[in-house]
C-alpha cells in the first residue's frame, strides 16, 4: 500500500486531516519532515524508505499542512466517492447547516416519494445520532451509507 492510500485510510478513520498532521509532526514545528514521516509509517506498521519519505515530502524537505492536505487528497480534490456522499449529503441538509434536521429528512423522502412522518424520521436519525445531538453530520451520514 502506497502513503497516499495509508493516509486516506487514517483520515477515513480519523476524521481529521489536522489530527494525522500533528501525529507525523513529531517535533511541533508546523511542517513535516522526511525522517518524521519515516519514523511514524514505521509505528504503524508500513515500511517507506528514505528515499520514499524525501519524494513524499519534495523539493523543501519539508510539508506544511497546507501540503499535506493537497497530498492526501486525489490531485488536491475529493475521490469520486466522497464527492458523491457529499453531493447526497447537502441534497438531505437544509439551508446549509452542515446537517440533516428532522425537518430536512422528512421534506427530501417527500420529494424523492418516499414521505415519512415527523416519528419517523426522528427514529432515522437517531439510529445513526453517534453524538445524541438530534441531528446528522457528514461524519454520521457517511457511516449510515456504509
Do not use: P, W
Not at 502506497?2 to 517535533?27: G, P, Q, W, Y
Not at 466517492?81 to 423522502?109: H, P, W
Amino acid at each position: 500500500m502506497d502513503f497516499v492510500s495509508i493516509m486516506r485510510k487514517m483520515i477515513a478513520e480519523e476524521t481529521e486531516i489536522e489530527k494525522v498532521f500533528h501525529c507525523f509532526d513529531e517535533n511541533g514545528d508546523g511542517k513535516i519532515s522526511a525522517e518524521e514521516l519515516k519514523h511514524l509509517m514505521r509505528s504503524i506498521g508500513e515500511q517507506l524508505s528514505i528515499e520514499e519519505a524525501k519524494a513524499v515530502v519534495g523539493d523543501h524537505g519539508l510539508l506544511s499542512l497546507e501540503d499535506f492536505t493537497e497530498l492526501v487528497s486525489v490531485n488536491g480534490e475529493e475521490d469520486e466517492d466522497e464527492k458523491e456522499l457529499r453531493e447526497a449529503f447537502s441534497m438531505y441538509e437544509m439551508e446549509g447547516q452542515g446537517c440533516i434536521t428532522v425537518k430536512s429528512l422528512k421534506r427530501m423522502l417527500s420529494k424523492l416519494g418516499n414521505s415519512r412522518d415527523v416519528d419517523e424520521c426522528t427514529a432515522m436519525i437517531c439510529r445513526f445520532d453517534l453524538d445524541g445531538d438530534g441531528v446528522l453530520s457528514f461524519e454520521e451520514f457517511r457511516v449510515m451509507m456504509h
